[in-house]
């Protein structure tokens, strides 16, 4: 399959539902949602590649519905991937789970950004220190930045109610980044294999609320 083809048929799904495309509201994005793959970390542009087996796509949803926005992310593999590429994937939802963990009350976005790279590297991968998550709500992009790692700038303290998305971006390799010509996708430096992972959680007191869980 293409990955214009998923392309349309997410389109499709969102128009059934009556919600619309958040990086074509916001961006004038060329399609209605990311497919990244391989050596692409975020932002892939969906068009007439194929899909081979052995490969790790990315699909990243952003989606808007009366007045809300919600966000999430996640890489599968394409048929049969090598334990690797498995262990990838694995890694980037276990710091997506340690990240959501840390979203308590009284915390702050640091701590969410010590448990996403602290489980990152014990699994032997690397957070792409640039891409980080953000704010969510009557824009697809609000404030705060929500960091994958413990940037000691990242003081927000969090409390009850806040929103926002958390996406480790977490590569195989080196974590030089660089984007393509096309202007939107992101890819690795090196071409090494990434991983994207994401959820939209609500702050609260009896822990957090993933909001974009099926």
């Not at 990311?34 to 970390?41: I, P, R, Y």
Request: hydrophobic share 40%; net charge negative; charged share 20%.
């Amino acid at each position: 399959m293409s990955t214009g083809t998923l392309d349309r048929i997410a389109a499709q799904i969102l128009a059934d539902a009556g919600g619309r495309s958040g990086p074509i509201l916001t961006y004038g994005y060329p399609a209605s949602i990311c497919v990244s793959v391989d050596d692409e970390v975020v932002h892939g542009v969906p068009g007439p590649r194929v899909l081979r087996d052995g490969q790790l796509v990315t699909l990243d949803v952003a989606a808007e519905l009366d007045g809300y926005h919600a966000d999430a992310a996640v890489t599968i593999p394409v048929g049969s991937v090598d334990q690797p590429s498995e262990n990838l994937i694995a890694a980037a939802q276990d710091a997506l789970a340690a990240g959501i963990r840390a979203a308590m009350p009284g915390r702050t976005l640091r701590d969410i950004g010590a448990a996403v790279e602290r489980t990152t590297r014990a699994n032997g991968f690397r957070v792409f220190r640039e891409l980080t998550g953000h704010g969510i709500g009557r824009r697809m992009h609000e404030d705060p930045t929500v960091v994958n790692w413990p940037d000691p700038s990242a003081t927000t303290r969090l409390t009850e109610g806040m929103v926002f998305t958390i996406e480790p971006m977490i590569g195989a390799g080196g974590t030089r980044i660089r984007v393509d010509p096309d202007g939107w996708t992101i890819r690795t430096v090196d071409r090494s294999h990434s991983a994207h992972a994401e959820h939209t959680i609500m702050v609260a007191d009896g822990g957090p609320v993933v909001l974009t869980a099926a």
